[in-house]
């Protein structure tokens, strides 16, 4: 097979001895997990990897996403993760079997599209901590949960939260018992039975391992620890997790030895910004074809510890290769390892290749 570049390789069986790993934890806890495939766009090799480990259900965030798992014959429950925009209700409903959501208007619609469909869909009402993502104002969720009851055809199943996104907010016990509180009074003014509490995602997991997750919390939404084998909190390695699951492989399309500043009077870069440099002297430089229209440049880690990546353009990476281990030369492949901004964006753009490594 023709190695064709740039590409983003796959390695599904490491990708499911991850899974397999972080399910043990959450399912010895009696912790239900939402594995999420929205980084790598649904890949179906990804997907097959996670069902084969044993997942409870699938996540994304896209629509278009659900359908390509349904698609592929995955017959666990779907779940979108992104808040529904009003004007899908009626593909909300007919592709995912639970929603995440923050607005009774959205609630309304979603309950006439599924009495026109004729189907029960579920929904997680979604409360803020302190995150300041998506979710209602926990002194907002009475209200919120009385009128929602009283829709046909929707089936409001718990409340979630969603932690260490936007605001970096870190989950810890207290924060999922203020979850736990929440529902206490939620059922004690609706009679509402509420029996999932969704703690968050991967950034959760340290919490879990440390024995402070209180026994209440019965599902978290899990992607990158799963897929990239690390710590959300930090990046850090997770403890028994490979983190070579996925690289994305560039070519050498020149190899030169130039000035490490530049010269000239100096204004904004291509994307308006005002990079700095570092002064090494002249050295042994390589461009690869890869740019930020096919991954985040500075959430790469190459392979080779002695390459350094200085920054990118649209089509361009520009490397620092003068300490390489391997010897570079046009035409020379170079690997990196993505992060989870790296491998979105590898995963969306149609110029980067996908190759599943048995």
């Avoid at 001895?17 to 495939?37: S, Y």
């Avoid at 097959?48 to 699938?58: C, E, F, R, T």
């Avoid at 170079?334 to 996908?354: D, E, Q, R």
Wanted: with cysteine; proline share 6%.
């Amino acid at each position: 097979m023709p190695n064709f570049s740039p590409r983003l390789e796959i390695y599904p069986q490491r990708i499911e001895e991850n899974a397999r790993a972080i399910l043990e934890l959450c399912h010895r806890h009696g912790i239900q997990v939402a594995a999420v495939t929205k980084v790598t766009c649904a890949h179906p090799a990804v997907a097959q990897a996670l069902l084969d480990a044993g997942v409870d259900m699938l996540a994304d965030s896209r629509i278009e996403n659900l359908q390509a798992l349904r698609r592929m014959g995955a017959t666990l429950p779907l779940m979108l993760l992104r808040i529904p925009a009003p004007s899908q209700a009626a593909e909300v409903v007919r592709w995912s079997d639970i929603s995440l959501n923050s607005s009774v208007a959205t609630l309304r619609l979603l309950s006439q599209a599924a009495v026109f469909h004729g189907i029960r869909h579920q929904v997680i009402l979604m409360v803020d901590l302190g995150d300041l993502r998506e979710g209602i104002w926990p002194d907002r969720a009475v209200e919120t949960l009385h009128e929602a009851a009283t829709l046909p055809a929707l089936d409001v199943i718990g409340l979630g939260c969603n932690l260490a996104c936007y605001g970096g907010v870190i989950p810890t016990t207290e924060k999922m018992q203020q979850l736990i509180d929440l529902r206490a009074t939620c059922r004690a003014a609706t009679g509402l039975e509420l029996p999932v509490l969704c703690g968050g995602n991967s950034a959760n997991l340290p919490l879990l391992a440390a024995e402070g997750m209180p026994p209440e919390i019965n599902l978290l939404r899990i992607g990158e620890t799963m897929l990239l084998g690390c710590s959300v909190i930090d990046r850090s390695p997770w403890p028994g997790a490979r983190q070579d699951t996925f690289r994305v492989v560039g070519e050498v399309v020149e190899l030169g030895r130039k000035p490490s500043f530049p010269i000239g009077e100096r204004g904004q870069d291509a994307f308006g910004g005002t990079p700095e440099f570092v002064d090494r002297g002249i050295r042994k430089r390589a461009i690869c074809n890869l740019g930020r229209q096919d991954v985040v440049v500075d959430n790469l880690m190459p392979e080779d510890p002695g390459i350094i990546v200085l920054g990118g353009s649209s089509d361009h990476l520009i490397l620092d290769v003068e300490e390489a281990q391997l010897d570079v030369a046009l035409g020379s492949e170079i690997a990196f390892y993505p992060g989870y901004g790296a491998l979105l964006a590898a995963s969306t753009s149609a110029y980067v290749h996908k190759v599943v490594i048995a």
